[in-house]
C-alpha cells in the first residue's frame, strides 16, 4: 500500500467520519529531515504486516493549512493516528523509532 496525499478539508473530514484507523505524516518539502522521514514513512506502509491493519495519509502542511490548524500541529515533520474519528497519539520529530513503535501499536 502506498501513502495517499490528503489534498482537502473535506477529505481529511470525511476520513475522521469514516471510523477508519489511519496515520497521518505531516510535512514541507523545504524541510530537510521532512524529505527523510517521508521515505521512511513509505516503507512503513509498504510493510504488508503493517498496511493490512492502518491506513497511511501525508499532509503537506504549506498546501492544506486548514487541516493544519484543525489538528493544531506546531512542527514538522509530526505524525498523528486516528481511530474511530479521534486522534489516540501522536509525535513529532525524526525519531524514526518512535515513530515506527506509535504506528505499529496502533496497528496491533
Known amino acids: ?3 495517499t496525499p490528503i489534498t482537502s478539508l473535506q477529505q481529511f473530514q470525511a476520513l475522521l467520519n469514516s471510523k477508519k484507523l489511519f496515520v497521518i505524516n505531516f510535512w514541507a518539502n ?3 529531515p521532512c524529505r527523510i522521514q517521508k521515505i521512511v514513512f513509505e516503507k512503513l506502509a509498504a510493510q504488508k504486516d503493517v498496511n493490512e491493519k492502518i491506513e497511511f495519509f501525508s499532509v503537506d502542511i504549506d ?5 493544519v490548524q484543525e489538528v493544531a500541529v506546531r512542527t514538522v515533520p509530526s505524525y498523528m493516528v486516528f481511530k474511530d474519528g479521534s486522534k489516540i497519539d501522536e ?14 501499536q496502533a496497528a496491533a
Open 91 to 104: 509525535c513529532t520529530g525524526t525519531y524514526v523509532g518512535k515513530v515506527e513503535t506509535m504506528i505499529i
Open 1 to 3: 500500500m502506498s501513502v
Open 30 to 32: 523545504w524541510r530537510g
Open 63 to 67: 498546501e492544506q493549512s486548514e487541516i
